[in-house]
């Protein structure tokens, strides 16, 4: 799961770097075809807006270690697992939206929705941890569980007994205070 959203934050910050920076390779390579070995190119661009979402993208990969560390499990085990790679795809497309991007302040505005989006996937990514069930019950969704402890995520005041869901909660809030930090350059 986390490396989709490693991709989809890539995604963004080359789609951002095409409209400025990396304007003369617009058109030429599709932002969700780059690679992991990309990043550096991003590494490269002042758009103060993409070093943002390249801090997000270290966050994660910071969790990612986390998790596979008090799991003790192989990074390359569980990326070429075909039935969590299954699993992490349907959970992510549910969730993320392919927005329609026109233009810079476009993009800007659809952050907020990405990051959000995001969140979301996070929380019921969790929620199958804390639940120890694949298949979340109806209420899950019904009751949109998640706007009503959003807040008290950000504001780290949702106690986890499992180590991995408060892993998850901490992932969201601190992604969230990288989307504050966007919200104000803009």
Not at 66 to 87: G, K
Request: with cysteine; proline share 2%.
């Amino acid at each position: 799961m986390l490396s989709f959203i490693i991709s989809e934050y890539c995604k963004y910050g080359f789609l951002l770097a095409y409209e400025r920076d990396l304007s003369d390779l617009k058109g030429l390579i599709p932002a969700d075809s780059i690679a992991a070995e990309d990043f550096e190119l991003l590494d490269a661009v002042d758009d103060p807006v993409v070093q943002w979402l390249l801090n997000s993208i270290d966050k994660v990969i910071d969790c990612s270690k986390t998790y596979l560390m008090i799991n003790n499990l192989d990074e390359l085990e569980v990326m070429e697992n075909e039935t969590y790679n299954e699993l992490a795809s349907s959970n992510f497309f549910v969730y993320i939206i392919d927005w329609e991007n026109k233009s810079y302040r476009d993009m800007l505005t659809n952050l907020n929705a990405v990051y959000f989006s995001i969140a979301n996937l996070l929380y019921h990514t969790a929620s199958q941890l804390r639940t120890r069930e694949l298949e979340l019950p109806d209420e899950f969704y019904d009751n949109n569980e998640f706007l009503e402890v959003y807040t008290h995520i950000l504001n780290r005041e949702l106690p986890a007994d499992d180590k991995n869901v408060s892993l998850i909660y901490e992932l969201i809030a601190d992604l969230n205070q990288d989307l504050l930090a966007i919200d104000r350059l803009s």
